[in-house]
């Protein structure tokens, strides 16, 4: 049983900057695929960013491509979605998830991942 916990959400002007965390319980926490997804009002979940358990690969959706930067720091059992640049768009319940089975790929599907977090708001004013 894996349990994440995400924090740093909060209130932003366009433009602004957060950092999202995302604590995992857990001793192989490095053998776990990373994965931040994220989920607007009347829309489906989608996938935002995902990093390799070794932190190796990361890939990230066309949308935050160039603004948001996903990490992980290992030792602190953490993964991290540090976002810059945000729009009005961004604004969403962001989730952190796990895939426990593989941890050498990111995968873009929520199905892929078996563990969530209960997710964070994010709202960005215009």
């Known amino acids: 049983q894996v349990q994440l916990v995400e924090s740093g959400g909060g209130l932003v002007q366009a433009g602004g900057s957060l950092r999202l965390s995302c604590a995992a319980s857990?001793?192989?926490?490095?053998?776990?695929?990373m994965g931040w997804f994220r989920q607007a009002p009347g829309k489906e979940r989608e996938f935002v960013a995902g990093i390799t358990g070794s932190g190796g690969s990361t890939y990230y959706a066309d949308s935050v491509k160039g603004r948001f930067t996903i990490s992980r720091d290992n030792a602190k059992n953490t993964v991290y979605l540090q976002m810059n640049s945000l729009k009005p768009e961004d604004a969403a319940v962001y989730y952190c998830?796990?895939?426990?089975?593989?941890?050498?790929?990111?995968?873009?599907?929520?199905?892929?991942?078996?563990?969530w977090g209960q997710g964070t708001q994010v709202t960005v004013s215009s």
């Open positions: 857990g001793r192989t926490f490095s053998r776990y695929a």
């Open positions: 998830a796990a895939n426990t089975r593989r941890h050498t790929i990111v995968l873009v599907t929520s199905g892929g991942y078996d563990y």
